[in-house]
């Protein structure tokens, strides 16, 4: 089993900042692409930012200069660090990682979500 624990998010004015972490456990060969995505009512979830095993990175237009993605891959975990937030940043914010499972074996897991409000 593998799980995405993810913690950091909470309430927020306008043009302040939050960081996000979402850590992946269990039957772990290796973590390949991880990713931050977002959703509010109505809407299917978008991708906000992923980054692959070797640090590429890749943001949402919306987010671009805004939020930064980053990893320790040491402790399998992913960062969103969060700046110059706005009100339409609010969602849902889920974590996903493909994970290794053995050689020829790799899965995507979802984090629980965390929601994170920003106030105008």
């Known amino acids: 089993q593998v799980q995405l624990v993810e913690s950091g998010g909470g309430l927020v004015q306008a043009g302040g900042s939050l960081r996000l972490s979402c850590a992946a456990s269990?039957?772990?060969?290796?973590?390949?692409?991880m990713g931050w995505y977002r959703q509010v009512p109505g809407k299917q979830r978008e991708l906000v930012a992923s980054?692959?095993?070797?640090?590429?990175?890749n943001y949402a237009e919306s987010v671009k200069d805004r939020f930064t993605i980053s990893r320790d891959n040491a402790k399998n975990t992913v960062y969103l660090q969060m700046d110059s937030m706005k009100p339409e940043d609010t969602a849902v914010y889920y974590c996903?990682?493909?994970?290794?499972?053995?050689?020829?074996?790799?899965?995507?897991?979802w984090g629980q979500g965390t929601q994170v409000n920003v106030s105008s």
């Open positions: 996903k990682a493909n994970v290794r499972r053995s050689v020829f074996l790799a899965y995507d897991y």
């Open positions: 269990g039957s772990i060969l290796s973590v390949n692409s």
């Open positions: 980054i692959t095993s070797g640090g590429s990175t």
